[in-house]
């Protein structure tokens, strides 16, 4: 009699151990539809970075300029780091990494981004557009004004370069203390 009462007290405390799930992942960093980032932008419809760590350097970079290109900086800074760690010496990934972080203002992070994208990339450009914009937004307009004018040699034809001179032209202009 005691066996069939263990037995069946044994049977009732392991059957609430049991899930619905029938794929036996348990997944513990996928947050809740209703979530939002620390940068505003929400969750519903992105990937996770874990799912990331299964991507070529390449696919990583692709989804992080989509999530750039949506405005949700912090999701393609760390899709962007995420390049960087699958592929050391991916410029474009360290350029894209700078970006992001220029536009949350860490920009601690992007002069090192920058640093490590300028010895994969060297003197392009686009490294001294972006440098440029980066000191723009840190109200360094000397500094950006350098760096624009140095990608503007390298390509006097890039219309982007053209933008951000007339953007940093605005922006001295509209100067406000």
């Known amino acids: 009699m005691r066996l069939v009462a263990a037995a069946s007290l044994l049977v009732v405390l392991l059957s609430g151990c ?23 932008d929400a969750f519903d419809g992105l990937k996770t970075v874990s799912d990331v760590e299964y991507y070529a350097s390449d696919q990583a970079v692709a989804e992080a300029k989509n999530q750039f290109r949506a405005e949700n900086y912090g999701n ?3 899709l962007f780091y995420k390049a960087t760690q699958l592929a050391p010496n991916d410029g474009g990934a360290w350029m894209g990494l700078a970006a992001c972080s220029d536009r949350i203002h860490r ?4 002069d090192r981004a920058y640093r490590q994208a300028f010895r994969l ?19 360094k307009l000397q500094n950006a004004r350098s760096n624009f004018l140095k990608a503007y040699e390298l390509a006097p034809n890039d219309p982007t370069v053209a933008n951000n001179l007339q953007l940093l032209s605005s ?6 203390r």
């Open 18 to 40: 049991q899930t619905a799930d029938t794929t036996g992942v348990v997944r513990t960093n996928e947050p809740a539809k209703a979530e939002s980032t620390s940068f505003g």
């Open 76 to 78: 393609a800074g760390a």
């Open 107 to 110: 920009f601690d992070l992007a």
């Open 121 to 139: 990339v060297g003197a392009t450009p686009e490294y001294y557009n972006n440098v440029g914009y980066s000191y723009l937004l840190r109200g």
């Open 171 to 176: 922006s001295v202009q509209n100067l406000e």
